[in-house]
């Protein structure tokens, strides 16, 4: 029944946030409001907060396209993950260029922390199950990881489709244990207070995986460049085409991280193919990130780049914004590759007022996996301390390379093709990946 009215109350409030005239649902003009910042994930928990969206679509000739949009943000989750963005993206600021500005501040006091290597490192969902008798602590699997974010990316045609890219910003992490203290402060059940004890993040440290030099985080400006083939039939929810990238990033390490300069290597191939006009669509998305040279801290392998930024997380593989279903950063590696595919459905649509709507159902699977791994997890595996890995021969047998996969379906209410809520269910299908079944995130947004 909740989740039914809150289905309800962002139909409502979505309606609300767009009051211009239309013709044969065609935007003009501004289309702007306040909104409240409601979601949900199974990694992050309930989101509260607000947010607007403000589009410009001047006469409506680019519709569904617009010529200006302007994003800001501030919410807080119910497991202490914090929001605060603003950002701005045109491609008619600049004549036949599109630019992409970004500011964003991503405080998280309980990250996800699964070792290195998918596979190769076990996971114990006993470790954090209070209610099992090898309970150690909640925040076992967890450590403190704050990330400012600056970018600025441009992006010009050098023949169409075909376009040219390049940017600059900067990464600054924050990393650390969990800030146990801090934690027990928002806690009113005693039975939820978090001992101070060991956790695998320190273990990590301790043994030297995670070298001193990145265990406290750092600052990383860098540049990019790289090209897009782009023929979507548009550029929010496209029903038809084909949008693929590949470019390099440069990190530098700035002060004690200048042992940590590197180039990544990332591609990406999405295509868009019609079924039923309008009604179906197969959509599908394979990618890659690799370390080309230099060596990179482990915070940065948590983090999958991009050209120019369309949301708010671009986390490693795991979790709502790559492989659904699989616990968040759950395969943590130099270099990885994932693949989704969903079968994208309009069911019915009908009019709030001067809006259009529609209800779809999305299936989907997804996958991820190692490709470059860390050198020394094997000798990780193998360590004589028992509180640092329980050998597991059945999850060492399934391989460093295995993939890794989850899948499941979404629902999505869809307001002008812009507005789009998405509440997707996954479950892992290896319980390695997730000592959940079930899986839940409502988001905005297609994933691709």
């Known amino acids: 029944m909740k989740k039914t009215l809150f289905l309800l109350y962002c139909i409502v409030c979505l309606s609300i946030a767009s009051a211009q005239d239309t013709t ?16 949900f994930d199974a990694d992050l928990g309930f989101q509260y907060g607000a947010l607007t969206n403000i589009y410009y679509f001047g006469d409506g000739s680019t519709y ?24 701005y993206d045109s491609k008619y600021l600049i004549p036949n260029h599109r630019l992409s500005v ?16 998918g596979y190769n490192s076990y996971y114990n969902p006993a470790y954090s ?29 050098i023949k169409k489709p ?41 273990q990590y440290v301790s043994s030297g995986y995670i070298k001193p030099s990145e265990a406290t985080g750092g600052v990383h400006p860098y540049l990019h460049g790289g090209i897009t083939f782009d023929t979507r039939d548009r550029q929010q929810n496209p029903r038809r085409g084909i949008h693929a990238d590949a470019f390099f990033t440069y990190y530098a390490g700035l002060g004690s991280m200048g042992s940590f300069n590197n180039l990544k290597f990332n591609a990406a191939w999405r295509h868009y193919l019609p079924i039923i006009a309008n009604r179906l669509t197969l959509a599908y998305r394979v990618g890659t990130q690799l370390n080309i040279a230099g060596v990179s801290p482990f915070y940065l392998n948590t983090y999958l780049n991009q050209l120019y930024m369309q949301r708010v997380v671009y986390e490693g593989l795991g979790g709502a914004n790559s492989v659904r279903g699989i616990m968040r950063n759950r395969i943590l590696a130099p270099g990885v590759a994932f693949a989704n595919i969903e079968l994208r459905t309009q069911l019915f649509s009908f009019k709030v007022g001067k809006n259009l709507f529609y209800i779809g159902l999305n299936p989907f699977v997804d996958a991820g996996m190692v490709v470059q791994p860390y050198e020394d997890e094997i000798h990780l595996l193998n360590t ?20 890794h996969f989850g899948g499941g379906c979404g629902l999505k209410v869809a307001m002008n093709d812009n507005f ?27 994933m691709f």
């Not at 602590?137 to 600056?150: H, I, M, Q, S």
């Not at 479950?427 to 995130?441: H, P, V």
């Open 24 to 39: 044969k649902h065609i935007r003009t003009g501004w289309n702007f409001g306040v909104l409240p910042s409601v979601a």
């Open 64 to 87: 569904p396209d617009y010529l200006h949009s302007f994003y800001a943000e501030a919410a807080y989750t119910t497991k202490h993950f914090g929001i605060f963005r603003t950002s």
């Open 102 to 117: 970004d500011i964003t501040y991503l405080p998280d006091q309980m990250c996800d922390f699964y070792g290195f290597n």
């Open 129 to 157: 199950d209070q209610n099992d008798p090898a309970y150690i602590t909640r925040a076992f699997y967890k450590y403190r990881r704050d990330l400012f974010r600056f970018s600025a990316d441009l992006q010009g045609e």
């Open 162 to 202: 075909w376009y040219w890219n390049a940017g600059l910003g900067l990464l600054y992490f924050g990393v650390g244990p969990v800030n146990i203290d801090r934690l027990n402060k928002f806690t009113r059940d005693e039975e939820d207070y978090l001992p101070d004890t060991i956790t695998l993040f320190n």
């Open 384 to 403: 004589t301390n028992p509180t640092l890995n329980d050998i597991n021969p059945y999850a060492i047998d399934r391989g460093l390379y295995a993939p």
């Open 420 to 446: 789009v809520l998405s509440v997707d269910w996954a479950t892992a299908f290896d319980k390695q990946d997730n000592g959940k079944f079930s899986n839940l995130y409502i988001k905005m947004g297609y």
